[in-house]
Nanobody, 121 residues
Framework: QVQLVESGGGLVQTGDSLRLSCAAS????????VGWFRQAPGKEREFVAT??????YYGDSVKGRFTISRDNAKNTVYLHMNSLKPADTALYYC????????????????WGQGTQVTVSS
């Protein structure tokens, strides 16, 4: 069992940066792939980034602006977000899977409650 808690969201302006954190319980956290997803009102859940033993992958809309990283000693995965745009406004979730790092949210077994990111124009 893995429990995930996101933090770091907030209200920022266009062009600003934010760092989201996903803190996980469990001693074998390093065995899990962790992904970030986001969902805006009225839209489907969108893949943002994922990190695991198979590599690091990003969604097309965030490539070059967002960076995912992890600190297994702290059981934490980070999402560094630069050059934020109003289109990045969403509830951001982190999720974990014992499987490969993939963009399909259905492949992730554990989910956090989300942290809100709002980017004003």
């Amino acid at each position: 069992q893995v429990q995930l808690v996101e933090s770091g969201g907030g209200l920022v302006q266009t062009g600003d940066s934010l760092r989201l954190s996903c803190a996980a319980s469990g001693r074998t956290f390093s065995n899990y792939a962790v992904g970030w997803f986001r969902q805006a009102p009225g839209k489907e859940r969108e893949f943002v980034a994922t990190i695991g033993w198979t590599g690091i992958y990003y969604g097309d809309s965030v490539k070059g602006r967002f960076t995912i990283s992890r600190d297994n000693a702290k059981n934490t995965v980070y999402l560094h977000m630069n050059s934020l745009k109003p289109a990045d406004t969403a509830l951001y979730y982190c999720a974990a899977t014992i499987g490969s790092a993939v963009p399909d949210p259905k492949r992730y077994e554990y989910w956090g409650q989300g942290t809100q990111v709002t980017v004003s124009s």
